[in-house]
């Protein structure tokens, strides 16, 4: 049997998928495990969205759409940029995709080399730099843990390197850690790409579920940015698998070609059924569970902090906390066993974010409910409690 | 602005894509067009499939799956192997994917090096060469015009070069031509490709869809063969987006880690759909489907000949013609130009399907209903009497 590509030893699965596994068998034995690790909304797809899907099926919408997306989604995309950004993209710069998965997916095959350099903050989303590794190219994690958790136009300059191919993806709101890039810092992080002749992707897949500031897009910026983006996290749309992308307008024939050639079409019902997500009556219930988010983040983070955890800064979006735990004597892998087995809290380790000292990271994802978290801080606390008389005696 | 990525000089659009547009714009001119392009069944899915989403989105199933698929489909896909084709296929060993695209992409990831050689049959889906491109794998393109649209044995041996890295990707039955592979011959390729080293993959997309002989799966052979294969064409389902792969049990957490990476998982709703795609209920409507093409078949095969049109042999599956027109005095781009145009009728040139002696071939699909393909043929008819009276005159 010959082997598997030389990418694979670059490509690490997630440990939190072990984590996991582990936690399904520790329910499987009757333990009642509160679940701090998972990346996705614990809200169910709003109702105006499944009725359109509903709808969609019974209508027998189950044929291949165009590979960019049916018409009316991406009119339908284009015109919540201009009523909630105000800012005016053309329908036909958005590339409608299976997920912000499918458009990381396009943007790698379009814009890059093997050997290219793809500049990015870490701790970042580790799909990212396995992107990069799909296509032969190289991530350059930059270490933004004294920066408040973003790139910066003076940390791209610096980690942009000689080499003609190299192209920043940033994430705002950021996974594993909520930070959202300033207005300027963004702006000036584009032209030190266009000086230097290459790309910037803006990944805002965490796009809505902001708590600080006013929102804003970076596709205002000019068309030379590619904006990836998701019904996933916002819209509450994780299993039907449907993002997209603004791009300049000559990349979309290219990125056209690659679609048809990637995965067809994003799945047709799915499409459909996201037509009803900028829906007076959909955006309602998005903005009361943005709420929720807020509220849960204001509440778990103090929580946290008097455990002794410890934070950069209150994330600013996102439904995540990514705490430094170095004050707590264990590196985090130790630490993130040690809670599932004897708390039963489930938690993300830094490992599957940050390449940089990542022993140093715990993240807490608040995707369920205030109660659970609330319990889970006091499971952590009697944890913590255990350890220190157990040391001491 | 920088450039694009190398690889994109060696993607080529569909060449029919530019076709379709054009038949929208003459029908939107009120023009009627017979589609003999379009590789999708005309029929709809499935009314219990159909059920089946409906209920899985009134019940919530919009979350995330495990990266390889719901255990319950899993176990679905492997109880089908066994009832329909006798073969025993452990349910870990299949992975759902996001259509066949999602299989052949994890699959090019998985084993594709740059540089490495991917043998495939010439004429072929287009996109199977693309997938080698998108990990800067070569295709090579193996002329099997004059050995019955199938790869042989020795075609395989006399093309697999000398360098490490090779691996063969078949399709059976084969699009554009429905060639189905004899049983002995995949076997022998197996061989070959064990002895030297590489990697077996057949793409079974269009299986259910055969009108000869008794109907088997690679799958068989051993559990070294990749098999690829997808609910869209049997089982009505294309815009769900949802296929498999049935791969070795040593790559299965490769390819669980790529899909984690890459697509997360297929969508929710559509896997519990398939859930019914195997129930008899929706076995016996797929069935009086089968028959149907197969009329198609017989009817229009002997019209096409009675016009010029040649055939190596009558095709085994899928529900494709993929006829030499080189007795009709034109090249395949120009006539099919003109049958859009003067006829009224679509079909797609071989441009899209050869790499070698593209002008030669025209590829019909009869995936409308039998009086509109009756129609095409009349069409096609006096299209090529005045073609032959304005030559004469």
């Avoid at 797809?45 to 165009?66: F, K, N, S, W």
């Avoid at 205030?370 to 040391?391: K, W």
Wanted: glycine content about 8%; hydrophobic content about 40%; overall charge negative.
């Amino acid at each position: 049997m010959a082997g598997y590509a030389r990418r694979l030893d670059r490509i690490q699965p997630f440990h939190v998928m072990r984590l996991l596994h582990r936690a399904r068998e520790l329910e499987a034995q009757g333990r009642d495990i509160i679940h701090m690790e998972v990346g996705e909304p614990d809200f169910d797809t709003p109702e105006p969205i499944v009725r359109a899907g509903v709808e969609a099926l019974r209508e027998g919408r189950t044929h291949y759409t165009p590979a960019v997306g049916l018409p009316r989604l991406r009119e339908a995309i284009a015109g919540y940029y201009a009523s909630r950004f105000g800012v005016d993209v053309s329908p036909e710069r958005i590339v409608v995709t299976p997920g912000a998965s499918g458009a990381l997916q396009l943007l790698m095959a379009l814009l890059a080399n093997p050997g290219d350099r793809v500049l990015m903050a870490d701790p970042g989303y580790p799909c990212n730099r396995n992107f990069a590794f799909l296509h032969d190219a190289r991530s350059v994690a930059v270490d933004v843990s004294r920066d408040g958790f973003q790139l910066t136009p003076e940390l791209v300059e610096q980690h942009w390197g000689d080499a003609d191919g190299a192209m920043a993806l940033l994430t705002t709101p950021a996974n594993p850690t909520g930070a959202v890039i300033g207005r300027e810092a963004l702006a000036a992080i584009r032209e030190v790409a266009r000086r230097r002749g290459g790309h910037l992707l803006v990944d805002e897949i965490y796009q809505g579920l902001t708590y600080d500031g006013e929102p804003f897009t970076a596709a205002e910026l000019g068309k030379d940015v590619f904006v990836i983006n998701s019904f996933s996290k916002f819209f509450g749309m994780t299993g039907w698998r449907l993002g997209w992308l603004v791009a300049p307008p000559d990349a979309v024939p290219e990125l056209d070609k690659l679609a048809q050639n990637l995965f067809l079409a994003a799945p047709t019902p799915s499409q459909y059924a996201a037509l009803a997500a900028f829906e007076p009556e959909t955006l309602a219930i998005l903005e009361n569970r943005r709420q929720r988010f807020e509220q849960r983040r204001d509440s778990l983070m103090p929580a946290l902090e008097n455990l002794g955890f410890r934070f950069a800064g209150q994330p600013s979006g996102a439904f995540y906390l990514y705490a430094d735990c170095r004050g707590l004597g264990m590196d985090s892998d130790a630490l993130s066993e040690a809670l599932l087995e004897q708390a039963g809290v489930a938690t993300t380790p830094g490992r599957d974010f940050s390449v940089i000292d990542p022993g140093r990271w715990l993240r807490f994802a608040f995707t369920t409910r205030r109660e659970r978290l609330e319990e889970g801080v006091a499971r952590i606390t009697a944890f913590l409690a255990g350890r220190a008389s157990s040391t001491e005696s």
